[in-house]
């Protein structure tokens, strides 16, 4: 399964359960210094996952397995 096509699977997820899923803007200053990361996001605006020390930096695989533990 393609990155894209991974993303887009965990953004429906996301969505079925109330969550939003924001990936690092593709302008951003931190894209010179860090990977593209995601930020998991509660309908009501709390971080869930991905900003422990910087926004954007949950990987994929980090967001598809906390995902999954709420399904």
Do not use: H, Q
């Not at 991974?6 to 990977?35: D, Q």
């Amino acid at each position: 399964m393609s990155e894209k096509s991974r993303e887009n699977r965990a953004r429906r997820r996301a969505k079925r359960l109330g969550f939003w899923l924001k990936k690092m803007p593709a302008r951003s200053w931190m894209r010179g210094y860090y990977p593209p990361g995601f930020t998991l996001l509660s309908s009501n605006n709390v971080i869930l996952i991905g900003a422990r020390g910087r926004g954007f930096e949950a990987t994929l695989d980090e967001v598809e397995a906390f995902i999954a533990r709420y399904e």
